[in-house]
């Protein structure tokens, strides 16, 4: 480390804890309290990384979030992180950084060439040029060119998770304007949350010298936290940045205090809903635009300070400020105390108060008032100034830093995002809050009070006149004056044109210290005042926030809650392969390999008995005396006339008359009944009754309950169903007599066990499905299980039961309908002519629309070649080349096993009259000729079934 | 984010509703036009500013009520009952 | 109009950029216009161009309350695909991606249409099988679509985690498809139109139609009346506070789309990543950022900013699927107010009031339709009959309950 | 830090709207948001809506007693419980876990000892009940069950170090 940049004494740094790290593979060393731009800056660095576009180079510019040059890619033991701002960056022991953006080295950058041959790409060049042949014959260049880092490619080690609180008071900003406004609501009782981004709570006490109240700041600090801390109602957050300030005082924040130890680095998403928010965000400095003021070693004049006071750095030996302001002059006559020497002061106002002047003297430092920068020279660092004095002059200085400032912002960006309306102030030249909806108020520099009691002066930020070298707006996107004047001559003068034609303000800072200037210089162009231009909008993130924070612990399992059965630990130790349908973990099969499972588990049902969990499918209890005039416009089935104890299938419809869900009801009572829903559909259905009972029929007496997860649900489907389930002491008389197809009843087992079963078939044998407690799940399988061992039974899943149903030519939701299929479609067209009343839909069905007789029609076809293959997704086509045409599509299909050929389901244009027809199935380029049949192709009188 | 008042739970994160679009829309019997039964089924008055609209309490206590809320600016500015006539100011 | 070239760029260069044209003028508005059109986002001035190009009626003006494009047209995620179910939309879109495929050398002014491929994954069987039913769709209707295997997407895109909460179990991708400069379409557009004497007029909104005897005769504006043989409505979001002006209803919500940016980095994604169960669809722009979005707000809006949820879906959504991202950090979100129809398909013709033109519903995907919007509607409003691509998307639909649902049918709508 | 409450009698009950005044004074109700009584404790979750649970009387009792106390009130109150798995959560680090994964206002002052309500937990619907000083209980579906577990095992163990460091 060069002794000679850093103090021997002051600062916040701890000089008994050395930390060492490495820049572009050089050993240095820091001290905890550095930050890693402090730290490389008492190293002696001063070209850190290279620009965007023009590959220039780039130093440390600022000491804060506003930071342009000093991105860098560093580990910090996560692997290397993109885009690091080092002034943000607490300097950690064995911490890895890199420049950016340079290819191959930092000192030789080839692409230095864009730099040279600057002219050619001016704003907008590519909107212009590289038209021909076509874009793709460039953009491969363009892309490689462009990026600012790398995406890392090791998988990041740190975790993230999010925190939720609220509170009365939430204080942005832990200056001395933060920490006043925390203490006061704090002493009137009110609980409060105070953020600061930095790692401690001071703000510019901790580098500014001058005193507060009288008092020296650092004691004030020290007092108040102390005071604060006495409360007992105040918690401070630090390394935490408020990012986002949403709708109804709602504010994010990134928290990154346990983000950069070496174990386990945390980073936390808050979501803060406060009752009331105190903005205490302070101000940015802005630059000043002169030729090559992008080179290292020209820095903000505050930032040079807080270097020195904070740090004890001294970012250089022979400085020259160039200034408008009189806070600059405070920054910089802090500069010689801190052993920097200031050879000058260029202001461009004429008329400087004297108090300053005199401390100016008194330091032995020329001052030029009325003067104005011109040009710094230098290649890779800045060794001396062109400018031009009062009468006009050109003069030279030489210079190792320079120390501009273009006077200050307030940090409003929170405020804007909150929907704060800003104005211009043009004694302070710059935006101040104006006013809010929402509960907020501004303090301190962010609310433009930025030196008491001293009044603020501030002169032009105009750029130099009449110049050859280049002048930097934007330095992150390498944005020029000129790139401006261009935008203005091309008639792009709204403030939003000029953005988005020049991308200024649009780079990873977000314009922090250039929109200022962008558009003071584009009123000046169009001869408008800065408030007339107007800002362009501020949005979420004050500060980019990694996505990994965002997300949480939202990942993997925690992505989307997977729902699973009661019995699932049985199914898998069965054997099952899970796969997710609507959310649900279930057995897709059973076994290894699947086409073998399905084939095996099929034959299973049809020629024994199979065992299926069918506990997802959705259960509500409606009850009450208008429960069945209430369904009765639910469904397009008549519900009074079903009898107790007698089981209905069923669709319902949605308004537009189109189908959203099927499945069976019970009547368990004169004025009970039970509903079955699909599995996918169970909450949105119950919502969807809830929903037109609350807002459409409230006044009818009912109560909706859904018991989905209460009951799981087992199907004993197959020949033998019924003997396995006999065999279970206390079962119901289930002879087809006593217990014919579409009853319920509900008992209880031998052993307390409470059930209820309904004989309903989806695959078209015999079957019941049959309910227990979903506490007992398991151990109700295994008696099952063991009771359907003499049976043959067997396990079947999913994949198996959709064949099975398939056969029979069954309807599935969702699969063989689409969100235009109605009960028409679906051949229920005399349940609607025979269905009285108003229902849910049924309006709808009355349209012509509706009833044409063209439109796509559910049918069943078996493939000609009774082995080919067809899978859903084919279309139905007629004609060929161009004049193909899709008449439809097939929903579903399978090689039956129990068939032994190939089958499925089509929606099918006109469908209904075209049976016995031959079609052309069209899938990828293949065709396959099916003929159309009836789609009950396994047992069409359902003997099996009633049986 | 916005965070609106259930008149059962008091205050929640918009992450808890469901919003059910145009409140008081009155449902037309079976005999009306087909001009009129699409007007009710698919058209909206879509304000831009004060509009009354109907919200579900999903993920608490699962009931519907009416917000009169502004489109532009996201103010809530009042929470009834379903079934109740909007304050008369909201009309 | 001076044409651009590299010869032009060089040449200015050397005259330090002195003498570049504008790309539009600023006039002021006439008394009267054949047509105005409402909205200069890229359908107004798209329609604007083509009457002008193709039809010889000059005498438009396009009406633009803010600065022109600061509508969705400047802010959305920039995908541009054909790859629709039903045969009416996808003639349309892929009319739109073919003059998509030459405009930058129709307009002269580069688009950078960079047809990347637009790449869509599936996460189950069920997933699949509607993809075989979409992509048979597409090739019938002529749209190019190749279904690929977990193996194939992970060529194309290899940092996609196949193994994700719901895996990766096939997809496919549209080669022709992919992103274009969004700007840029409106800027070409404006400046060509501009060039043939179209009128932009900008920060002049319509406040109300001058309507007699159900004919529009003009409109009324905060910067005076002006007369109109016919008027168009091309205003996105706010297209019911047009119809409302125009007295009637339209079957639209107007909700806010969101998408965001994070900082750039170098090229690390192919093509634009997009799936329907993991809500969530991807890009890189040219620059480095890696564009998102998917989500809108989930209730009415006309703000044009987003919450926090959306946000943390969408990037929940994406890191699901390209984990690499989690260290990337998010720079910028925004919104943009869409006019989202029941069917997720516009509405584009006539409308009760005679003379009245609508271009809108274009929901969250009429970004791609921006070349066959204006094309079609200027034929529509040139011919007062709907351009034969267009005739099943009139409002007259809903009447009927004849409604083209491709929101079902293809998934994420963009 | 979360255990699983097993065997708990979990009756679900749901009043007509018309009724819900009549049913209160036959019964003793929770208010809203608010859990009451010990056997059965009854869970506030909507003004026409409870949960009435117990570790020691069965469902079919508490059923029973429903019926017999509401009598002539339209309802609907059935055995829920194997449709909804308990954790408790104990300790000082019980709120903080619960902030990662839920919005409401969980301080101590707006949610003390007796608070209940609905609301969504890691994306999911759950009842989190303040049963006492710094011990909560969370009721969600029991599909979710596992997915919870796990999640609350990832979450501490992620807030915790945080809070190590937070705290520090
Ligand atoms: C976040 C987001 C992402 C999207 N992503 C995609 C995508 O990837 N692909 C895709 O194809 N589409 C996408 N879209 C949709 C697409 O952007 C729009 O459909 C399309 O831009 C609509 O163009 P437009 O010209 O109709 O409307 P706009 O571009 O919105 O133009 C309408 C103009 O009308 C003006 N206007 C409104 N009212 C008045 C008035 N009273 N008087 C005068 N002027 C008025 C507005 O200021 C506006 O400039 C996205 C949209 C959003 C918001
Ligand atoms: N020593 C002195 O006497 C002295 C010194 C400086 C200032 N002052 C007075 O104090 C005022 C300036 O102090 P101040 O408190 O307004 O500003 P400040 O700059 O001291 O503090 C602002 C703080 O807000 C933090 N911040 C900004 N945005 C944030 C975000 N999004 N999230 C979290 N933290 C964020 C910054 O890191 C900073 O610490 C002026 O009025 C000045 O007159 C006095
Ligand atoms: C494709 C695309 C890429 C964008 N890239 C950036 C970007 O790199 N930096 C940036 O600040 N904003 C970017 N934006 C966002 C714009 O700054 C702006 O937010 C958006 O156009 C909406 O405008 P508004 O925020 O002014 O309302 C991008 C927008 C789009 C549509
Ligand atoms: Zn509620």
Redesign the interface.
């Known amino acids: 480390m060069r002794r000679a940049l850093r103090s021997e004494q002051g600062g916040r740094i701890d000089r008994s804890k050395p930390l060492d790290f490495v820049f572009n593979g050089k050993a240095m060393q820091g001290y905890a309290g550095d930050t890693l731009a402090s730290a490389l800056l008492a190293n002696g660095v001063r070209m850190v990384s290279r620009s965007f576009k023009f590959h220039r180079p780039r130093g440390i510019v600022s000491a804060g979030v506003e930071e342009s040059g000093g991105l860098l890619a560093v580990d910090h033991g996560t692997g290397l992180q993109p885009i690091v701002r080092s002034t943000q960056m607490p300097l950690v022991d064995g911490l890895r950084a890199e420049s950016q953006n340079c290819f191959p080295s930092l000192n030789f950058d080839l692409l230095r060439i864009f730099d040279v041959t600057r002219s050619l790409w001016p704003a907008g060049f590519y909107n212009k040029i590289f038209k021909w042949p076509n874009w793709h014959v460039y953009e491969w260049a363009v892309r490689r060119a462009a990026g600012l880092g790398r995406l890392p490619d090791g998988a990041r080690s740190a975790r993230f998770c999010h925190m939720n609180a609220h509170c009365d008071v939430l204080v942005v900003g832990g200056g001395p304007s933060g920490l006043s406004a925390a203490l006061q609501a704090a002493r009137a009782g009110e609980d409060v949350l105070l953020v600061e981004l930095d790692v401690e709570p001071g703000g510019s006490l901790l580098h500014d010298a001058s005193g507060l109240d009288g008092q020296p700041p650092l004691a004030w600090l020290a007092r108040t936290l102390a005071e604060l801390q006495a409360t007992g109602n105040v918690r401070i957050l630090t390394l935490a940045t408020v990012v986002g300030y949403y709708d109804c005082n709602v504010l994010t924040i990134h928290d990154r205090v346990a983000a950069y130890r070496r174990e386990d680095p945390i980073e936390v998403f808050w979501k803060v809903r406060a009752g009331r928010v105190v903005l205490a965000t302070g101000a940015i400095e802005q630059p000043l635009m002169f030729g090559n003021n992008d080179l290292p070693g020209i820095m903000l004049a505050g930032a040079m300070q807080k270097y020195a006071g904070r740090y004890a750095v001294r970012c250089g030996q022979r400085v020259v400020a160039v200034i408008n302001n009189d806070l600059a002059w405070r920054s910089v006559l802090a500069l010689p105390g801190a052993g920097i020497g200031l050879d000058a002061i260029i202001d461009s106002r004429h008329s400087i108060n004297d108090a300053l002047l005199d401390q100016a003297r008194e330091h032995g430092i020329d001052v030029f008032p009325g003067a104005s920068p011109v040009a710094a020279a230098g290649s890779t660092a800045v060794r001396k100034l062109q400018f031009r004095d009062h009468d006009g002059r050109a003069r030279t200085i030489a210079c190792d830093a320079i120390a501009m400032s273009g006077g200050l912002s307030p940090t409003l960006h929170l405020y804007s995002q909150a929907g704060g309306r800003l104005r211009y102030d043009q004694r302070l030249a710059c935006f101040l809050p104006q006013e809010c909806r929402q509960d907020v108020v501004v303090t301190g520099a962010a609310n433009g009070e930025f030196a008491t009691p001293e009044t603020y002066n501030i002169g032009s930020r105009k750029p130099s006149a009449a110049n050859s070298s280049v002048q930097w707006v934007d330095f992150l996107h390498d944005v020029t004056v000129s790139d401006v004047e261009l935008a203005c001559r091309e008639n792009l003068r709204s403030v939003e044109h000029v953005k988005r034609y020049t991308t200024t303000g649009m780079a990873a800072d977000q314009g922090k210290t250039s929109n200022l200037n962008a558009l003071t210089l584009l009123g000046e162009l169009t001869g408008r005042s800065p408030g007339e231009v107007g800002t362009t909008t501020f949005r979420p993130m004050f500060m980019p926030v990694t996505m990994g924070a965002i997300a949480g612990v939202r990942r993997g399992e925690f992505y989307a809650p997977a729902k699973r059965l009661a019995a699932h630990d049985w199914h898998a130790t069965q054997g099952a392969v899970f796969e997710d349908y609507g959310g649900w973990q279930r057995p897709a099969y059973y076994g290894s390999d699947r086409d073998a499972c399905v084939r095996r588990e099929t034959l299973l049902v049809r020629q024994a008995a199979g065992l299926f969990d069918a506990s997802p499918l959705g259960k509500i209890e409606v009850q009450g005396p208008d429960a069945a005039e209430f369904l009765n416009r639910i469904y397009i089935h008549s519900v009074p006339t079903l009898k107790q104890g007698k089981v209905r299938y069923s669709l319902m419809l949605n308004e537009n008359g189109i189908i959203i869900d099927d499945g069976v009801f019970v009547r368990l009572a004169d004025d009970h009944f039970l509903l079955n829903t699909t599995s996918a559909g169970a909450n949105a259905i119950a919502a969807w009754l809830e929903e037109w009972q609350q807002c459409e029929w409230p006044r009818m007496e009912l109560v909706i309950n859904p018991v989905t997860s209460q009951w799981a649900v087992v199907t004993v489907a197959g020949p033998r169903a019924r003997d396995v389930l006999c065999s279970l002491a206390g079962m119901t008389d289930l002879s087809t007599q006593a217990f014919p197809h579409m009853s319920f009843a509900s008992g209880v087992f031998e052993d307390g066990c409470p059930y209820r079963i309904q004989r309903v078939s989806f695959s078209g044998e015999l079957s019941y499905e049959l309910s227990v407690p979903a506490n007992r799940a398991t151990g109700f399988f295994e008696r099952i299980w063991d009771a359907g061992q003499p049976f043959g039974i067997g396990l079947f899943g999913i994949e198996s039961l959709m064949i099975l149903r398939l056969e029979k030519g069954f309807l599935h939701v969702g699969g063989d309908t689409d969100t235009t299929s109605n009960p028409f479609d679906a051949g229920f067209g005399r349940v609607i002519s025979n269905k009285r009343g108003d229902f849910i839909g049924a309006r709808s069905l009355q349209r012509a629309e509706d009833r044409r007789n063209d439109r796509r029609q559910l049918v069943g076809f078996e493939v000609v070649d009774r082995d080919a293959v067809v899978l859903a997704g084919a279309h139905v086509v007629t004609g060929t080349g161009d004049a193909r045409r899709s008449e439809g599509f097939v929903t579903s299909a399978c090689h039956s096993p129990t068939l032994a050929r190939t089958i499925g389901l089509a929606l099918l244009e006109r469908g209904f009259e075209r049976g016995g027809e031959e079609i052309q199935l069209y899938d990828q380029g293949r065709l396959v000729t099916a003929r159309i049949v009836d789609a009950r192709f396994y047992d069409p009188q359902g003997e099996r079934m009633h049986g | 984010?916005?965070?609106l008042d259930c008149p059962?739970?008091?205050t929640?994160?918009?992450?808890?509703f469901?919003?059910?679009?145009d409140a008081h829309v009155e449902?037309?019997?079976?005999d009306?036009s087909?001009?009129t039964?699409?007007?009710y089924?698919?058209?909206?008055?879509?304000?831009?500013?004060l509009?009354l609209?109907?919200w579900?309490h999903?993920?608490?206590?699962?009931?519907?009520f009416n917000v009169a809320?502004d489109?532009?600016?996201?103010?809530i500015h009042a929470v009834y009952y379903?079934?109740e006539a909007a304050p008369e100011r909201y009309r | 109009m001076k044409g651009y070239s590299a010869f032009s760029l060089i040449r200015n260069a050397l005259q330090g950029h002195r003498h570049w044209q504008p790309l539009w003028r600023n006039p002021e508005p006439k008394r009267s216009y054949d047509v105005v059109i409402i909205g200069a986002g890229g359908h107004g001035l798209a329609t604007a161009y083509y009457l002008a190009s193709k039809h010889g009626i000059r005498n438009v003006a396009v009406l633009e309350k803010g600065y022109l494009g600061g509508g969705n047209s400047g802010r959305n995620t920039q995908v541009t695909r054909s790859n629709y179910f039903w045969p009416q939309s996808a003639a349309f879109f892929d009319h739109s991606l073919k003059l998509y495929e030459g405009l930058g050398l129709d307009l002269n002014f580069n688009i950078m249409f960079s047809q990347r491929g637009v790449l869509t994954v599936a996460h189950s069987q069920h997933e699949i099988e509607m993809m075989r039913r979409w992509t048979n769709a597409l090739q019938i209707n002529r749209v190019d679509s190749e279904l690929l295997t977990p193996a194939e997407i992970r060529q194309i895109e290899p940092l996609i985690n196949l193994h994700s909460r719901f895996p990766v179990v096939g997809g496919y991708i549209q080669r022709r498809a992919g992103i274009s400069r969004h700007d840029a379409v409106v800027w070409g557009f404006a400046r060509a139109a501009s060039a043939l004497g179209v009128d932009i007029i900008q920060q002049c909104e319509v406040t109300g139609l001058d309507i007699t005897d159900g004919a529009v005769t003009g409109v009324q504006t905060n910067r005076g009346d002006i007369d109109a043989g016919k008027v168009c409505i091309a205003v996105a979001g706010n297209t019911s506070m047009l119809a409302a002006m125009a007295g009637f209803r339209v079957p639209i919500v107007s909700m806010a789309l969101q998408a965001m940016v994070s900082e750039p980095v170098k090229p690390c994604l192919n093509t634009m990543l997009g799936s329907t169960t993991i809500h969530m669809y991807v890009s890189q722009s040219d620059r480095g950022e890696i564009v998102l979005g998917g989500g809108a707000d989930a209730y009415p809006s006309y703000a044009q900013r987003g919450g926090i949820p959306i946000v943390e879906e969408n990037v929940a959504a994406v890191l699901e699927l390209l984990p690499a991202f989690s260290s990337l950090r998010l720079m910028r979100q925004w919104a943009g107010i869409n006019d989202i129809t029941p069917d997720t398909t516009p509405i584009m013709g006539s409308t009760p009031v005679r003379n009245l033109y609508i271009s809108g519903g274009w929901g969250t995907g009429g970004y791609k339709a921006i070349p066959a919007g204006g094309d079609t509607m200027a034929y529509t409003i040139a011919n007062d009959e709907p351009h034969a691509l267009i005739r099943d998307f009139g409002l007259d639909r809903f009447e009927r309950g004849a409604l083209i649902d491709e929101g079902a049918a293809s998934g994420v709508a963009h | 830090m979360a255990d699983r409450i097993e065997m708990r009698s979990i009756v679900s009950l749901k009043v007509a709207r018309q009724s819900v005044d009549r049913a209160r004074a036959c019964m003793h109700l929770a208010e809203p948001l608010r859990a009451c009584g010990s056997d059965p404790q009854s869970l506030w979750l909507g003004p026409d809506r409870w949960l009435l649970v117990s570790d020691t009387t069965t469902a079919a009792v508490i059923i029973d007693s429903c019926q017999r106390a509401l009598a002539g009130i339209l309802h609907n109150a059935v055995d829920y419980s194997s449709g909804l798995a308990v954790f408790r959560l104990a300790g000082v680090g019980a709120r903080q876990l619960l902030a990662t994964g839920t919005g409401i206002d969980l301080r101590p002052a707006s949610f003390a000892a007796g608070s209940c309500c609905r609301t969504r937990l890691a994306q999911v619907a759950a009842v989190i009940v303040a049963a006492h000083a710094e011990v909560f209980e969370v009721y969600v579906d029991r599909s979710y069950e596992t997915y919870l577990a796990n999640w609350m095992a990832e979450s501490s163990s992620i807030c915790f170090s945080y809070l190590g460091v937070a705290r520090g």
């Open positions: 984010m916005l965070r059962f739970c008091g929640r994160d918009e992450a808890e469901r919003c059910g679009g449902r037309p019997g079976q009306v087909d001009a039964w699409a007007d089924l698919f058209n909206h008055d879509n304000p831009k500013g509009h609209e109907r579900c999903v993920f608490g206590c699962g009931q519907w809320r489109t532009l600016t996201h103010e379903m079934g």
